[in-house]
């Protein structure tokens, strides 16, 4: 039996409820292939602001790195809103990227069948499916860049720089490419090389980059063209790449595209299998506590760390099965209810999709 140690961070508002659901269903995966799985529970955001003073503990760190992933519910909320910048709860996740080296952000948009009505295009625009993959960088660009404050001659100012190194590129690129080839091995990359400096450099790199992968096709796009040809005609994307900023924009446009950012889950990767595992939504604090939110997200978040940091694939498909026959019953939480589906809680859905483990 396989012993996995997993640092499990609820963070604020729905992580603790989302999270020991997707808890629950990797017991029930554990107990079905033979795994081992030890949850050490930690931390981070506005729950660690509230209690030690600090959004991103050293224990937390510390005890992370003992373990062989991180599983994370979500953080912030309107309660630490008042906070300055670097204090804010939403700095554990840079702080928890930049401690680990996470540099590859995996947010698979993926239309499920029984979803398609929730999509908010046109039926034709997604009738062959929605199946794309957006590799963002995470760990560089203007996130992580130099900022400041300055006087200028229109009074003072603020700014924030985009800068990317060649290494920090190559190594995203390459995992764009590696992840196109169990795909349909196709890279779109995403820049602005038309007026950014920055992105004349991604473009370039990218292209080189291209040329050890003669089995993928390469296409650039710009930001602005790649946004419109989202909701134009999705189903051309097989695998985005792109930076910081704009993959954060594009991957919560994606997200929309798919009819719930409910169902999307993501993986942040580095150069080892670590990783952390977290839903691509926020912590939704309205609803905190009500038993209303969607776990699916953190669920098949928990699916893609099975897959890519401990290489137990059937595992992973299995999960995925079981989220995908409780939506082929009609249950449905609030964010993917209509008439005729059935209205579960976060609670039940948890315990559907474990159930359907079981069987």
Request: net charge negative; aromatic share 6%; with cysteine.
């Amino acid at each position: 039996m396989k012993k996995y140690h997993i640092a499990v961070i609820p963070g604020d508002g729905i992580g603790p409820d989302i999270v020991s659901q997707a808890v629950k269903v990797l017991k029930e995966a554990g107990a079905l292939f033979e795994l081992e799985f030890e949850f050490h529970e930690l931390l981070a955001g506005g729950a660690a602001i509230d209690q030690v003073g600090a959004c991103l503990p050293a224990e937390t760190v510390k005890t992370a790195r003992e373990c062989d992933s991180i599983l994370l519910g979500a953080v912030g909320g309107p309660a630490w809103d008042r906070l300055p910048g670097d204090a804010r709860p939403e700095q554990a996740i840079l702080g928890l990227r930049k401690e680990f080296g996470l540099f590859a952000n995996l947010r698979p948009a993926l239309l499920f069948s029984q979803l398609a009505a929730a999509c908010p295009l046109r039926a034709d625009l997604v009738a062959g499916g929605l199946d794309l993959l957006v590799v963002r960088e995470l760990t560089g660009g203007i996130y992580f860049g130099e900022r400041g404050h300055k006087d200028t001659d229109m009074g003072p100012a603020a700014y924030d720089v985009e800068q990317y190194s060649e290494g920090e590129v190559r190594r995203i690129a390459e995992v764009a490419f590696q992840m196109a080839l169990k795909r349909r091995r196709q890279v779109v990359s995403v820049d602005k090389a038309n007026v950014l400096e920055s992105s004349r450099l991604w473009r370039r790199v990218v292209t080189e980059t291209a040329a050890a992968y003669p089995e993928v096709s390469l296409e650039h796009m710009y930001v602005d063209n790649a946004a419109m040809q989202l909701v134009r005609q999705p189903a051309q994307f097989d695998v985005i790449v792109t930076g910081n900023l704009f993959g954060d924009i594009l991957s919560d446009e994606a997200s929309m595209v798919t009819g719930s950012i409910g169902m999307l889950p993501s993986a942040s990767l580095g150069s080892g299998s670590f990783g952390l595992y977290e839903p691509i939504h926020g912590s939704a604090p309205d609803i905190a506590g009500t038993d209303r939110a969607n776990p699916m997200a953190t669920i098949l978040s928990a699916a893609m760390m099975l897959r890519y940091s401990f290489d137990q694939a059937e595992a992973a498909q299995t999960i995925e099965k079981a989220v995908a026959q409780v939506l082929d019953q009609g249950y449905r939480t609030a964010d993917l209810y209509t008439v005729g589906t059935t209205l579960v809680g976060t609670e039940k859905a948890g315990q559907l999709i474990a159930e359907a483990l079981q069987a």
